[in-house]
């Protein structure tokens, strides 16, 4: 595709539930990446793929996180049990092989209740 | 481990204001540094890059320059406008470690310029 897209842009989730978000990167890179914005926080990193190395996922917050990149290509992002401070927009990136440049998705707003 | 701090904002100037927006890192090995930048409503995107200490990255009039010795690197525009009003996130990546790290941000930093 022309950019980075993910789904959906919004969610509002009771708390306790789970969560699949969904992120389709550009086409040809072979990285991938999700991070969390929190209000009035930087970005904090979550999860990268290379390729078919095993993901770095040094970032996950908790077991409840995790995500899977199916065929090298679309990325799920699953938080189960969902809890209030889950509530944030989760950002996904991708990029060419080992290049610095990355190009963001527009987010997925996340809302626990 | 590796960190950036930069100035927490909002950062609030007139049309065709000097802007600086500081930044300064903590890495091993030798880093190469971003500002990324996000527009109301849109993603990040890649504002400038320095890779190597005493490079300049420049791009839509912004410039940063890699300072090993003071471990910054400064975000300056001559005259800003108001459509440079977003959030200005510094980054960082670190090679020499075991694998290929991700980029690690500050925390932004909002730029209101007001006509």
């Known amino acids: 595709g022309a950019g980075v897209s993910q789904s959906p842009s919004n969610k509002v989730t009771e708390k306790g539930k789970d969560v699949e978000l969904r992120c389709d990167p550009i086409s040809g890179h072979t990285a991938l990446y999700w991070y969390r914005q929190s209000l009035g926080q930087g970005l904090e990193f979550l999860i990268y793929?290379?390729?078919?190395?095993?993901?770095?996922k040094s970032g996950l917050p908790s077991d409840r996180f995790s995500a899977e990149r199916t065929g090298g290509s679309v990325s799920t992002l699953t938080i189960q049990r969902t809890q209030q401070e889950d509530s944030a927009v989760y950002l996904c990136?991708?990029?060419?092989?080992?290049?610095?440049?990355?190009?963001f998705g527009s987010g997925t707003q996340l809302s626990v209740l | 481990g590796n960190s950036v701090t930069q100035m927490e904002g909002p950062v609030t100037l007139s049309e065709e204001a000097f802007l600086t927006i500081n930044c300064t890192y903590t890495?091993?090995?030798?880093?190469?540094l971003f500002w990324y930048v996000q527009y109301p409503g849109e993603g990040l995107q890649l504002l400038l890059k320095a890779t190597k200490a005493d490079d300049k990255g420049s791009n839509k009039g912004f410039e940063a320059t890699y300072r090993k010795e003071t471990t910054s690197f400064h975000l300056e525009k001559g005259s800003v406008q108001v459509s440079d009003s977003a959030v200005y996130f510094c980054a960082l990546i670190a090679f020499g470690d075991t694998g290929r790290r991700a980029l690690t941000f500050g925390s932004g930093t909002r730029l209101q310029v007001q006509p």
């Open positions: 793929f290379q390729g078919n190395s095993a993901p770095d």
């Open positions: 990136a991708s990029s060419l092989p080992y290049n610095e440049k990355l190009f």
């Open positions: 890495a091993t090995g030798y880093p190469s």
